[in-house]
């Protein structure tokens, strides 16, 4: 019994498709070489079309407006289906409150070449009950053919940021000054700011799959305040002054060096692939950073497709670290919970909950369909994270655990675009809903 095939093998199918018609060229006298090529393509469109028919029996949100809208309208045939999701941007998680905004996200190939991974990009305006005004364009941009990566983002926010302390919730009484800033009751604190941050990655491919780049990152936060605590001794001035820094103002500015890898059929949903990215950030005084520092970055995700029948079916991991070797970070942008570049990690707590000069985190997600059209699925997870904090907890010393499990809506369909509603919770009494577009990784 044949086995059905996967709609992410397209592409494969491609490469051999050509290299047997290659392989015939060179060692057949007996059949045209036009036909060989009028075979493959034959194949390849074959192919082409099952994945799009395949798509095309999913169910998305817009299948459901249409479907309310006009009830009678029969959708075109061959239409192809949009790659942008424009949607309300209404959220909820305890790291920001209760959100309102609009939100747009799009996604598509660029190119005839069908080895080219999909470009997505998205921007957002919202604010919060928590008093947060936030405005962000990203974009993960794949030219023909994947011989460039272009990686970036743009916020202007006004913020309000929880602080729990320094390291991973290991007390230290060394000093009143240590035990505040190790904070091994985790009291809550407060800190308004208003933030500015540029960041663009250039990649080169230079083998399959394999790409290298650099850039630059400008982060600069300015009218620091605490509006609440009644005293001075709070984790965050200790910090900033034991390293130096201004308690109102700093800038974070550097350059950045990466290599990259990845085979993830889609980014936004994968359901099969790699991904993995590593490099080092370096602030420099002369790029206008307040402090030099150098950290080292490592990002890496693995899905397994657990069906051939039904490839929603996915477990996937994740691990997200970033280690300081040299200098010293602002207390704002030390690693941490939540503070991956997709603000996505440490579902179950806060963002900056846990934070130290060095962390890890990671991630394991189990992925089903629960309708048979695609329209609603769902996930289970659970997540560990570990820091230090300067003050005798080593990083892997010290473990905090986090679960949970969601519903996930099918948005669109084309780009594997899905409304994720969370419920996950954690030590310290954390628990919550976390809404956002597309996976947490």
């Not at 079309?49 to 045939?77: C, E, G, M, W």
């Not at 209760?98 to 660029?110: D, E, N, P």
């Not at 289970?380 to 080593?394: K, M, P, Y």
């Amino acid at each position: 019994m044949k086995k059905k095939l996967r709609p992410g093998l397209h592409q494969l199918l491609l490469i051999l498709a050509i290299l047997t018609g290659l392989n015939v060229c060179a060692y057949s006298q007996t059949i045209p070489t036009d036909s060989v090529k009028a075979g493959s393509l034959r194949i390849v469109a074959k192919k082409e079309q099952k994945l799009t028919d395949s798509v095309n029996k999913q169910y998305d949100i817009s299948d459901f407006i249409r479907q309310v809208a006009h009830p009678k309208r029969q959708q075109k045939q061959g239409k192809k289906p949009s790659g942008i999701t424009v949607i309300p941007n209404i959220a909820y998680n305890p790291s920001i409150g209760a959100q309102i905004g609009i939100k747009a996200v799009a996604g598509r190939k660029l190119g005839s070449d069908p080895n080219t991974l999909l470009s997505v990009a998205s921007t957002s305006a919202s604010i919060t009950t928590k008093g947060i005004l936030y405005f962000y364009i990203n974009h993960n941009v794949y030219t023909p053919g994947n011989k460039w990566n272009f990686q970036g983002s743009l916020v202007a926010a006004k913020t309000v940021t929880p602080d729990y302390g320094l390291g991973i919730g290991e007390g230290s009484d060394e000093s009143e000054a240590d035990h505040v800033l190790s904070n091994p009751d985790r009291k809550g604190y407060v800190l308004h700011a208003q933030y500015y941050s540029f960041r663009e990655k250039v990649y080169k491919q230079i083998e399959d799959n394999l790409f290298v780049g650099g850039g630059v990152s400008f982060d600069t936060r300015r009218k620091i305040e605490d509006k609440v605590s009644e005293t001075d001794l709070t984790p965050y001035n200790i910090y900033a002054d034991r390293y130096g820094f201004d308690r109102g103002n700093y800038t974070s500015n550097g350059l950045l060096f990466n290599i990259q890898y990845t085979t993830r059929d889609n980014q936004n949903r994968a359901y099969k692939g790699i991904y993995a990215d590593i490099g080092f950030r370096g602030n420099q005084t002369w790029l206008g950073s307040t402090k030099n520092a150098l950290q080292f970055t490592s990002d890496f995700r693995k899905y397994w497709s657990l069906s051939s029948a039904s490839p929603e079916h996915v477990l996937a991991f994740w691990n997200w670290g970033s280690y300081l070797i040299s200098g010293a970070v602002p207390y704002l942008e030390l690693p941490g919970s939540g503070k991956d570049p997709a603000f996505r990690s440490g579902r179950g707590y806060t963002v900056g909950y846990f934070k130290g000069t060095k962390y890890s985190y990671s991630e394991l997600e189990y992925r089903f369909p629960i309708t048979k059209n695609k329209f609603l699925s769902g996930v289970t997870f659970f997540n560990v994270q570990t820091a230090n904090d300067n003050l005798g907890t080593n990083l892997f010393e010290k473990w905090q655990p986090g679960g949970g499990g969601g519903l996930r809506v099918l948005f669109n369909k084309t780009t594997r675009t899905n409304l994720c509603l969370d419920y996950a919770f954690g030590n310290y009494g954390n628990r919550g809903f976390f809404l956002g577009l597309n996976e947490a990784f």
